[in-house]
């Protein structure tokens, strides 16, 4: 029996029994919203160039739980010199590996934040308003959430090693709902890395949203990897809020997925913030990724600086909106965003739409997005060292991925996913 | 030094054009295996269109003639397989590969000379290019800056010659490599390329300056003008050319000159 996401109450679907009682109702308003909103629209502005087709759900389904587990254990292996590790499948948590974590920091299934650690739980659980276009999406998330990761790392605590967080997928037309939960309190600092995984090459659907939070003087790096099979429509929905001189460094790395939708909402809260926001998308096939994104300012002195590279092969789509927007007293603000499309065949699409809102003084903003094709000059240079046209074309979208990498200034994270992303793009064709 | 023409590259009366813009006009050049040969000339002679040409760069049309490396004709080839059969172009103006670094952009040259499932050695790969990076002093940390991107001029020309001395050509045409080099790295270039000398390899130096060739004494020093080679002669043409300029030997051996009947 399969149980449709779209009209199917969480009371109906026997997941109240994880959380405690007053998330339940969260999550009966949740569905309340979720039935109320409508369906958006082609005149929707934050829908603007979107392939509506791909975001009718109605025939997805509540995924069950996952037989095989060991195997999706065995194949959760990325680095090895670990704070943590968690893996989840459908949802559930299956693997809960905490030796190299410090004392204090509080790596937990939500649920079990939401009955132990009430309040924290309650300040950053999806607290600000989704407002990128996908706020009935998030409702259904909400509704339908039945686990994911918290993770709280308090104030003056450094984990130096990363914390890796796995997302399996599983099940024709099965639908699961991510989430992680990060909280840095104040001068607190952590690397987490977020992979997105199916099982099998299926149809299937992830909403997937998380929060994050950085406090005063604290450093987060974010790294989502996401390697949804080809077939999956996949929502990614990131909230991240800034304090004073905290800086976070997030990155989007979309290896898979038929279509994907990103919202990346960053809050620069605090004086002297620093927000980098990065997003890798090699599109091929038919691939649409719809990508969708706020660098809000409403202190002082603060930085936001967002770099995403697209590379488009053969019919693919990519769609990228953002908006700068410099709130009053916002002064000194420094805000940077460019999109770079890179261009590998005739058919493939890119759509950039930069925006740009100022309402204080002595700001500096530059926006753009480019796109071009691959430089015959550079492609001649490499190929008059022996490298054939199919490598040489291969190292170059290399390199324009690379480029982004090195803003993550982590070389440890630069090669770990500089590996990940020369395995995908030697894979494919 | 005489050597067969199975075992030399050689230029046979080579026209070329870009556009319907005719460039190289009938030029005849053969670097046997063991020698080194400069080219002299003025500026817009010409001398990098061979030199992109033979690297076979696909803005240009050879109209006629033809270039053999060991015996056999190159012009059909694509540029990587050129280079794969041993010829290689330090290029007058290298281009900047953003978000490559050096070290996996000469690996893939390295790989790319592999037979198909073998996998170059990596220790080995490194140890070598270490080695080679100190003899240019090239700073071992270039090996993580992306090819070319903002090196300056002499950094850029250190690491072409870092490159021919890591993929060991037979045949090396090197455009202009003193230009933009101070003294002591024209010196340390020069050591460089000496060391890659011998009976193995053929070599092309073009330049301007005669004191390159003071550095890296040629066997022969060729002059193009308009598209041709109008003269050749040994070292001390150099010499001469420096000291006259060019008018001269225009004047004698070029268009208007005796041999332009
Ligand atoms: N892509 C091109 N389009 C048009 N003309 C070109 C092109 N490339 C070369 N030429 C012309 O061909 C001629 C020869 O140029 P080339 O670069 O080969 O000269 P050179 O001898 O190397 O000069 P220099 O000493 O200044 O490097 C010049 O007149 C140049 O303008
Ligand atoms: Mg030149």
């Known amino acids: ?429 | 030094m005489s050597a067969n023409s199975s075992s030399s590259l050689s230029i046979r009366d080579l026209h070329a054009s870009i556009g319907d813009k005719p460039i190289l006009k009938g030029l005849t050049l053969d670097i046997p295996k063991g020698e080194v040969h400069a080219i002299m000339g003025k500026n817009g002679a010409g001398k990098s269109t061979l030199a992109k040409i033979m690297a076979g760069h696909p803005d240009y049309t050879v109209t006629s003639g033809d270039v053999l490396l060991d015996g056999e004709s190159i012009l059909g080839l694509e540029p990587d397989v050129r280079a794969r059969l041993g010829l290689f172009l330090a290029f007058q103006y290298p281009m900047e590969i953003p978000g490559v670094t050096i070290a996996n952009f000469i690996r893939a040259a390295l790989q790319a000379r592999l037979p198909e499932g073998e996998e170059l050695e990596a220790t080995d790969y490194y140890a070598k290019l270490y080695a080679k990076m100190d003899a240019l002093s090239v700073p071992r940390n270039f090996t993580s800056r992306s090819v070319n991107e903002g090196f300056s001029g002499g950094e850029k020309k250190r690491c072409e010659i870092l490159q021919m001395a890591m993929l060991e050509p037979s045949y090396a045409v090197l455009d202009e490599t003193d230009s933009g080099l101070d003294i002591d790295a024209l010196k340390i270039v020069s050591a460089g390329v000496n060391a890659l000398r011998g009976p193995n390899i053929g070599m092309l130096v073009i330049t301007h300056y005669q004191r390159l060739l003071d550095y890296i004494v040629p066997d022969k020093v060729h002059v193009m003008s308009e598209g041709r080679i109008i003269h050749s002669g040994d070292k001390d043409l150099a010499l001469k050319l420096e000291a006259q300029g060019y008018d001269w030997v225009e004047k004698e051996f070029g268009e208007s000159g005796t041999r332009a009947a």
């Open chain 1, 1 to 429: 029996m399969s149980i449709s996401i779209t009209t199917t109450s969480p009371s109906e679907t026997g997941n109240s029994t994880n959380w405690p009682e007053w998330f339940s109702k969260d999550q009966n308003e949740a569905w309340e919203l979720f039935q109320s909103l409508p369906q958006p629209k082609r005149t929707d502005e934050p829908w603007r160039f979107a392939n509506l087709k791909a975001i009718d759900l109605s025939d997805f389904h509540v995924a069950v739980p996952v037989q095989d587990v060991a195997s999706l254990i065995t194949r959760s292996s990325a680095l090895t010199n670990l704070a943590a590790k968690l893996i989840f499948a459908n949802e559930v948590l299956i693997h809960n590996d905490q030796v190299g974590l410090p004392a204090g920091v509080l790596l937990l299934p939500l649920e079990e934040a939401a009955k132990n650690h009430e309040e924290l739980f309650r300040k950053s659980f999806m607290t600000s308003n989704v407002r990128l276009g996908s706020k009935k999406f998030a409702a259904l998330h909400r509704a339908h959430l039945r686990s994911g990761a918290f993770v709280y790392v308090p104030k003056g605590v450094v984990v130096e090693r990363p914390i890796e967080i796995w997302h399996w997928l599983e099940g024709e037309n099965a639908t699961i709902f991510p989430h992680t939960l990060i909280v840095l309190g104040e001068g607190a600092s952590a690397t987490v890395i977020d992979h997105f995984v199916s099982s099998r090459d299926e149809r299937s659907l992830a909403i997937a949203v998380n929060d994050l939070t950085v406090e005063t003087n604290a450093k987060l790096h974010y790294v989502a990897v996401q390697e949804w099979s080809d077939k999956v429509t996949a929502f990614h929905i990131n909230t991240t809020e800034v304090g004073k001189e905290g800086v976070s460094t997030a990155l989007q790395m979309n290896l898979g997925g038929a279509y994907v939708r990103g919202e990346s909402d960053s809050h620069l809260m605090g004086e002297g913030s620093r927000s980098v926001m990065l997003s890798i998308n090699p599109a091929s096939e038919n691939r649409e990724i719809d990508q969708r994104t706020f660098q809000d300012h409403f202190a002082p002195r603060a930085t936001s600086d967002l770099l995403y590279h697209n590379a488009l092969a053969d019919s693919s789509r990519t769609i990228f909106a953002g908006l700068i927007k410099v709130e009053e007293h916002a002064h000194e603000t420094d805000a940077y965003q460019k999109v770079r499309n890179l261009m590998l065949s005739d058919e493939a699409e890119a759509n950039s739409m930069p925006g740009l809102e100022i309402l204080a003084d002595n700001v500096r903003c530059t926006h753009g997005a480019t796109s071009g094709e691959l430089n015959e000059d550079e492609l001649f240079y490499m190929m008059a060292r022996g490298i054939a046209p199919k490598q040489a074309a291969q190292l170059i979208v290399r390199g324009f991925f690379g480029t982004v990498l090195e803003r993550l200034e982590n070389p440890m994270l630069q090669e770990h996913l500089g590996e990940i992303l020369d395995k995908k793009l030697s894979t494919s064709k």
